[in-house]
């Protein structure tokens, strides 16, 4: 079974400052996808960014941007010139890319533990 | 993007009593659906999958007589909560996959006061 680790329950950063969050996962197989969600106080969940195993190019997306390091199954999210609408709850995700047993697996996400971000002005 | 709904967004109920929760899919068709259940401050813990036309798949630990799931249609999957007490009381989440483009949709959640 698959696991996603986010070691960091809260961080925080200064207005336009960088952060970085970090996440490991555990896994056997080699196709797979690793997503960053943020969960506003709203509590919706928005994917911010997503990264396919097989691409070696790390994603990104605006002020997002990831470090993905497959050897070490590490998969970090930095944010740069943090804003304070950045303040949520962040989650690392993973989500195999194969068709489990019958198939009824497919698309089933495994979240870590999630991280706080604090955002000051 | 895709839109997914999920109705209603809050309930309160007495203990003993059964509530049942919508999750839609507003614009594609999902033939898997997702539902999560989140305490706060914690992660999601997936309950069960749900697919349509046929049976969930409900991960350890979780009573599928308690928490009875349908799919029904390419656009709707509903979660019964079935003889509800204060310990269910929680946030409840579904996601809609979409299988054309493999990208997965989350509903704005449900919050289950059970008194």
């Known amino acids: 079974a698959q696991t996603v680790t986010q070691s960091q329950p809260e961080m925080s950063v200064q207005e336009a400052e960088t952060v970085t969050l970090s996440c490991t996962y555990d896994?056997?197989?080699?196709?797979?996808?690793l997503f960053w969600y943020k969960q506003p106080p709203s509590r919706q969940m928005i994917l911010v960014i997503r990264q396919e195993a097989y691409k070696q190019q790390n994603a990104t997306e605006n002020r997002f941007s990831v470090n993905f390091q497959k050897a070490a199954k590490s998969f970090s999210l930095k944010i740069s010139d943090s804003q304070l609408g950045d303040a949520a709850m962040y989650f690392c995700a993973y989500r195999s890319n194969g068709r489990g047993a019958g198939g009824t697996s497919y698309g089933k996400l495994t979240f870590g533990q999630g991280t706080i971000l604090t955002v000051h002005p | 993007g895709a839109v997914v709904s999920q109705h209603p967004s809050r309930v309160i109920c007495k203990s003993g009593t059964s509530v049942k929760i919508e999750c839609r899919s507003l614009d594609f068709q999902a033939t898997t659906m997702f539902w999560y259940r989140q305490f706060p401050k914690q992660s999601l813990m997936l309950m069960a999958t749900s697919n349509e036309g046929s049976k969930a798949t409900y991960e350890q630990g979780v009573e599928k007589d308690k928490f009875l799931i349908n799919h029904a249609s390419l656009t709707l999957s509903t979660l019964t909560v079935t003889s509800a007490h204060p310990e269910d009381s929680s946030f409840y989440i579904c996601?809609?996959?979409?299988?054309?483009?493999?990208?997965?949709?989350f509903g704005p959640g449900t919050r289950l006061t059970v008194l």
């Open positions: 896994t056997s197989e080699s196709d797979y996808y």
């Open positions: 996601s809609a996959l979409d299988h054309l483009t493999s990208e997965q949709f």
